[in-house]
């Protein structure tokens, strides 16, 4: 599984990419990731994920997955980010 995440805006505004192939995972963060991704029922959730009003300094989320023959992008707006994706893209963050 290839996972890209990039995140943009924020305060500065700045642009980061991310991306973790499971296969250069270490067994045990192979299993904590797709365990992250089934609580996050990523494959359920709509690709646009939009706040009801543009709120400046707010990150912004782009996340592509690619599962053998699953695909998945989802564009999603910080405040709206559902609370089972949170952790997704925490440890994305950290381990990209």
Known sequence: MRISLTRSGGL?????????????????????????????????LSARLTAP???PDRFQYELQVEDGARRQVLIADEAVVPATLAPLLEWLTQHG
């Open 12 to 44: 500065t505004g700045l642009r980061r990419s991310f991306t973790v192939d499971d296969e250069q995972l270490a067994p045990a963060d192979r299993a904590h990731l797709r365990a992250l991704i089934d609580r996050a029922g990523l494959f359920g």
């Open 53 to 55: 009003q543009r709120q």
